[in-house]
């Protein structure tokens, strides 16, 4: 009787919370639709040749005759006539501006001039549910520009079900600014300093990514292997080996985490799982070495750099990938919005 009773109490306890999700949505569906329409209203008195006094006068009465109503100020209202004129001639934004709140609007809308960018983070802040502190550090971090550029097989390797989600599950490039290091640590040392700032480490990965250890253990024929560090993705339902170099990628390197990815489906992962992925961090990389390395590839495995430093290398933006590529690429993403 009394499991009957714990189990009766928490159904009710996800209706209550499950009411109290769909009511913030529709609140927040409301509010940018209201700030959707007041936005027009301003940009129309703009066209009609209003003078620029019409905003302060109207946050002025706004304020008066909603004292306890946040959202009037000046450089709000601003800000609404900017988010409708930008946004409501195109096709691929304006469907999208009930799906985040407004501050998260803002942050993408101020740092992001390109309106295909702008659709990338709308959509990743809603699948992802990224906070507007996490937002706005993938955005200064350059999400979008190194999702274009990841190098993986998983085009070729992963199941069908999750192969977009995998895709984005890997970037081409992390920064990892927060360690403490010199510019000539050791792998060990940075292994260790990622272990010791795990959290942030975790952030910069993505959403979905947690730790399972370090150095971890494989035994083959009495012989011990140890990978750098291995994660698991929860969506994906998978284990992630990392394997981390401080110098150049190599052929080589390749070979060795497909060891550590057949010993790890064969003898840890569980059998309700994903085959595992693998992912090696290195410094640098030769981009078309990396392309023959991983041709003809039957594990999951991506290679991207790292780097210590907020500052992304200026000759990286010269390797995005020409118009059709990326609007290859980012199709992909963009139909995850549909598989939800």
Request: proline residues 3%; hydrophobic residues 35%; charged residues 25%.
């Amino acid at each position: 009787m009394e499991n009957i009773e714990k189990s009766f109490i928490s159904d009710v306890i996800v209706k209550v919370r499950q009411a109290q999700y769909e009511a913030l949505k529709a609140v927040n569906i409301h509010l940018i639709n209201l700030y959707w329409e007041i936005g027009k209203s301003i940009s129309e008195k703009q066209v009609e040749s209003w003078g620029k006094s019409v905003v302060p006068n109207l946050s002025k009465e706004l304020q008066k005759e909603f004292p306890n109503v946040s959202g009037f100020s000046v450089t709000n209202l601003w800000l609404m006539a900017q988010f409708y004129t930008e946004y409501h001639l195109l096709e691929n934004l304006q469907p999208l501006v009930g799906e985040i709140s407004w501050t998260k609007h803002i942050v993408i809308m101020t740092k992001c001039k390109d309106n295909t960018q702008r659709q990338f983070y709308t959509i990743a802040t809603k699948k992802f549910g990224w906070t507007k502190d996490i937002l706005r550090h993938q955005i200064e971090n350059k999400t979008y520009e190194k999702y274009l550029l990841n190098q993986t097989n998983f085009d070729e390797t992963v199941p069908e079900q999750i192969k977009n989600q995998a895709i984005l599950a890997v970037k081409d490039h992390y920064n990892f600014d927060f360690l403490e290091l010199n510019d000539f640590h050791s792998e060990r040392e940075l292994e260790l300093e990622l272990i010791k700032n795990v959290r942030k480490f975790l952030i910069e990965m993505g959403h979905h990514f947690t730790f399972v250890g370090s150095q971890f253990n494989l035994n083959v024929n009495d012989k011990e292997y140890k990978i750098d560090l291995l994660l698991y993705h929860r969506l994906l339902q998978c284990l992630v080996a990392i394997d981390l170099k401080i110098n150049d990628f190599e052929p080589e390197h390749k070979g060795k985490m497909e060891f550590y990815l057949n010993v790890l489906n064969d003898k840890v992962k569980l059998p309700n799982e994903n085959d595992s992925i693998g992912i090696i961090i290195c410094k640098y990389k030769d981009r078309t070495v990396v392309e023959y390395s991983l041709k003809n590839t039957q594990n999951p495995i991506g290679v991207a750099t790292y780097s210590t430093s907020s500052v992304l290398p200026e000759k990286y933006k010269d390797f995005l990938p020409n118009k059709q590529l990326i609007e290859e690429r980012l199709n992909e993403f963009f139909n995850l919005k549909k598989e939800e």
